[in-house]
């Protein structure tokens, strides 16, 4: 009774332990009896014990590898270092098992020669301004290369491009004289449009000026034209008033007498009188000696 519970138990766990669980985004790559049999996807999956085993656990996420700097020399025989950074995901778990042996090694070393021809074919400035020309051919030729692995390669970055001392020396002194040529065309041009604008201003001030006073000459002759035809509108009012109130001889010789006595009362030494007021000539003496006097 004991032996048969003993057996019972050893069965259960047999059974038990060919049971396994795959997690999201992994894949188990089983054998059975040495030889590649199946992949097991998420869920619930069954082994048979001792005739199969599970050969490999694969992850199917993005896996980044940020590789060392590589040594490679440019078309101008310039050394620098180079990294890079590989973006890759593995698509069949059967050919990443099976393919290639240690393949993130294989993946580092095909970079590393990759990039060392792409490199070759550049010179020094091509190098340093042709990224994106660098990372697309990397990620074309390696993609190509690893298909047979059962890896996508998604893209590819080249991290860092170090030159030599003396090359960096040599940059850092080119872009501190063209940042200096920059300035100097920036404060030139500045001092230009500054100048510009003063003598604009200057030139907008004078004509300002001078249409100020041209306009204000203008306005005064206009006013005094104004005041002439004014005083001339008046005096043709009196003469028609006058006109219009047919005066006799008796009030003209009033207004002749009246006229006579403010001539008298002038500054001047010597009055002309009229052949019609002759007869009142006495009387404007008398009254110019009187202003004399009183004076």
Avoid: C
């Avoid at 042709?130 to 047979?148: F, G, Q």
């Amino acid at each position: 009774m004991t032996l048969g519970l003993i057996v019972i138990i050893v069965i259960i766990v047999i059974f038990v332990s060919g049971v396994k669980i795959v997690p999201q985004s992994k894949a188990y790559v089983v054998e059975r009896l040495g030889a590649y049999h199946r992949t097991m996807q998420t869920g619930l999956n069954y082994v048979i014990p001792f005739f199969e085993r599970v050969a490999n656990i694969v992850s199917l996420k993005e896996i980044v590898k940020d590789f060392a700097p590589q040594p490679v020399i440019t078309k101008d025989n310039v050394t620098m270092q180079i990294d890079t950074v590989v973006y890759f995901q593995i698509t069949d778990s059967k050919l990443y098992t099976y393919g290639v042996e240690n393949p993130v090694s294989a993946i580092e070393n095909l970079t590393a020669t990759t990039l060392r021809n792409i490199i070759g074919e550049l010179e020094l400035d091509e190098t340093l301004t042709s990224r994106d020309v660098i990372n697309t051919k990397m990620r074309s030729i390696l993609d190509e290369a690893t298909d047979p692995w059962g890896i996508k390669v998604n893209r590819v970055e080249v991290k860092n491009i170090l030159p030599p001392r003396d090359i960096q020396e040599a940059m850092e002194k080119q872009m501190r004289a063209e940042r200096e040529r920059r300035e100097a065309i920036l404060r030139a041009e500045g001092e230009k449009k500054a100048a510009i604008l003063t003598a604009e201003g200057e030139k907008e001030s004078t004509i300002l000026r001078a249409d100020a006073k041209r306009e204000a000459k203008i306005r005064e002759a206009e006013g005094e034209a104004e005041a002439i035809v004014k005083i001339q509108e008046a005096n043709a009012q009196g003469l028609k008033l006058l006109k219009e109130a047919k005066m006799d001889e008796a009030v003209l010789k009033l207004k002749s007498y009246e006229a006579l006595v403010n001539v008298a009362n002038g500054q001047s030494t010597k009055i002309i009188v009229p052949s019609e007021l002759q007869n009142l000539a006495t009387i404007g003496t008398v009254l110019k000696e009187t202003t004399n006097k009183d004076k």
